[in-house]
């Protein structure tokens, strides 16, 4: 099972802190040129466009905790507004919840029910994900096509606290949800100055709540409202409602889940590793 086309794998993050958001917002405007909304792509050549396929929804769960930070309803209710950012009249494309869940895993199971899963990770936060990240969103995906197999977004409880009114001390919960929520759509980093999709977010930044023309563009562009495919599917496998595990070898039991086996060769991808790597060597040269 573990062969390289099966690999699953987390890296860097897509949201990475913003330390001086007043003095890297002036830096932007001034010296960095304006550039169009970008689609993610697989690293795989022919480079293919990450993109929601055949769905005109992506069913989302929140693990049961939300952030420790905050009680569970404000937060969940925080979660909810973060994705909704993206319900856009130009769109066909929505974000569901799915509510009645009481867990959910980051990974994506070949052969099995999966969850895309907004899980915080309190206790611990890998190395290999940077103690700055904020947040990280891992999409796995068909090399083939480009499409967007399971989506999941970690939140880095353990270096973060977070907080749903913009205080400054705190990440805000709705805004880092509205940019992560981006990445599930397949879109990357922007330069676009006020784009929800642009690398940078701090303490007390509410500023990604509202999308910008940018990721709007983006959105309507990939999802426009009159190419609607008309169904909403569950995640590939079908949603795991029960947080069952999937068996060691799913040939053994006879039991083979309806829907799940295809999607051979499906590789993750770490969203937008090469801007965060751009945007950290900038942030080094802005604080010598
Ligand atoms: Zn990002």
């Known amino acids: 099972m573990d062969t390289d086309s099966e690999r699953t ?13 007043l003095l890297a917002g002036g830096l ?12 993610a792509t697989t690293k795989e050549t022919p480079h293919r466009p990450l993109h ?13 905790a939300c952030s420790a930070d905050v009680p569970v ?7 909810t507004l973060g994705m909704r950012a993206w319900d856009l009249r130009g769109s066909y494309f929505r974000f569901q919840p799915t509510p009645d869940l009481t867990c959910c895993r980051a990974g994506y199971e070949r052969d099995w029910t999966n969850t895309n899963c907004i899980v915080w990770q309190e206790d611990r936060w890998p190395g290999e994900y940077g103690a700055d990240t904020i947040a990280l969103t891992t999409l ?16 880095n409880g353990v270096g973060y606290r977070f907080g749903t009114d913009c205080s400054p001390e705190l990440m ?13 759509l397949g879109l990357d980093h922007t330069d676009v100055s006020g784009a929800t999709m642009r690398v940078y977010s701090g303490p007390g930044d509410c500023s990604l709540r509202d999308l910008a023309p940018d990721d709007i563009e983006g959105a309507t562009t990939l999802y426009p409202y009159a190419g609607d495919p008309g169904r909403c599917l569950p995640p590939h496998g079908g949603l795991n409602a029960d947080c069952s595990d999937s068996p060691p070898d799913p040939g053994s039991c006879g ?3 309806p829907g799940a086996g295809g999607a051979a060769g499906a590789l993750p991808l770490l969203v937008a590793g090469l801007a965060v790597r751009a945007m950290r060597g900038r942030h080094r ?4």
């Open 9 to 21: 794998g987390k890296g860097p993050s897509p949201l990475f802190p913003l330390f001086s958001a």
């Open 28 to 39: 932007l405007l001034c010296a960095v040129p304006a550039r169009a909304w970008v689609q």
């Open 52 to 64: 929601v396929a055949e769905s005109d929804c992506s069913q989302y769960t929140v693990a049961a």
């Open 73 to 79: 309803a404000d937060c969940v209710v925080a979660v």
């Open 140 to 155: 796995t995906y068909d090399p083939a096509t480009g499409a967007i197999l399971d989506a999941d977004i970690e939140v």
């Open 172 to 184: 805000d919960i709705q805004n880092m949800i509205a940019h992560e929520a981006g990445h599930m």
């Open 255 to 257: 039991c083979r889940v």
């Open 285 to 288: 040269a802005r604080h010598r």
